[in-house]
């Protein structure tokens, strides 16, 4: 059998979620977490955008970008 080793981050996780007894804590937790994670994207978005690797023209290009896998 494979031994699984958790890093600090993940391990605090999981004791902060032993101690989720109802739905609404469940859900309000998934909430924090997805704003969290919306929050760091955005920040990468602005450094992408400050450095300049991300610009109008390449947003627009993707908005035209046909990116779907072609089936036969």
């Known amino acids: 059998m494979q031994t699984v080793t958790f890093n600090p981050a ?8 032993s101690r989720i007894k109802t ?6 937790l998934k909430q924090q977490l997805a704003e969290f994670y919306a929050k760091q994207i955005d920040e990468q ?8 690797k991300w610009n ?4 627009a290009d993707l908005r035209e970008a046909h990116l779907r896998t072609p089936y036969k």
């Open 10 to 17: 993940q391990m605090h996780v999981l004791n902060m979620a």
């Open 23 to 28: 739905e609404k804590s469940l859900q309000l």
């Open 45 to 52: 978005m602005d450094e992408l955008w400050e450095s300049g």
């Open 56 to 59: 109008e023209q390449k947003l």
